[in-house]
């Protein structure tokens, strides 16, 4: 049975013999990648797929992927992700926008000499929090 609105399977009714309730939470791991898919960007639930739209399990798993963050690989146990919120550059910082920019300095050696060189300004945000699209 479903209970409430949490989206995913709890438990089986009490069999009519007395026997025992069972349950198990949430998927982990890839079955979590596999089985829950979000409509219209909404919080995932869990979808019962048959043999029948094995396609719509695909297309759900390509899409959760691709919208996963590092730290839900890493909960899922696919990575290991040591600092997750060491910040990263995703892209680079339009005129004006200011949440989230840093100015990326690199140190570089010429002529025996360490100098620093601006880059320019990126919008950052904590690795654990990226997606696989904003690495790339």
Same mark, same amino acid.
């Given at each position: 049975? +479903?209970? %409430? !609105? #949490? ?5 089986? &009714? &009490?069999?009519? !013999?007395?026997?025992?309730? /069972?349950?198990? %939470? *949430?998927?982990?791991? $890839?079955?979590?990648?596999?089985? /829950? #898919?979000? &409509? @219209?960007?909404?919080?995932? *639930?869990?979808? =019962? ?6 396609? &719509? ?7 959760? +992927? ?9 909960? =899922? %146990?696919?990575?290991?992700?040591? @600092?997750? =919120?060491?910040?990263?550059? $995703?892209?680079? =910082?339009? !005129? ?9 300095? +690199?140190?570089?050696?010429?002529? @025996?000499?360490?100098?620093?060189? #601006?880059? %320019? #300004?990126?919008?950052?945000?904590? $690795? ?7 690495? $790339?």
């Amino acid at each position: 049975m +479903l209970e %409430g !609105d #949490s989206g995913h399977f709890d438990g089986f &009714e &009490e069999m009519q !013999d007395d026997t025992d309730y /069972y349950t198990r %939470g *949430k998927d982990k791991g $890839i079955w979590y990648l596999l089985l /829950y #898919s979000a &409509e @219209n960007g909404g919080e995932k *639930k869990e979808i =019962a797929y048959t043999v029948n739209n094995m396609g &719509e399990m695909m297309a759900a798993a390509v899409k959760n +992927l691709n919208t996963s963050t590092l730290q839900d690989f890493a909960d =899922a %146990g696919i990575i290991t992700l040591d @600092n997750s =919120a060491t910040l990263v550059p $995703i892209r680079k =910082a339009q !005129d004006g926008e200011t949440e989230g920019v840093k100015d990326l300095i +690199l140190e570089v050696e010429l002529n @025996n000499k360490t100098q620093q060189v #601006s880059v %320019g #300004s990126f919008v950052c945000k904590p $690795i654990g929090e990226c997606t696989i699209e904003e690495l $790339i």
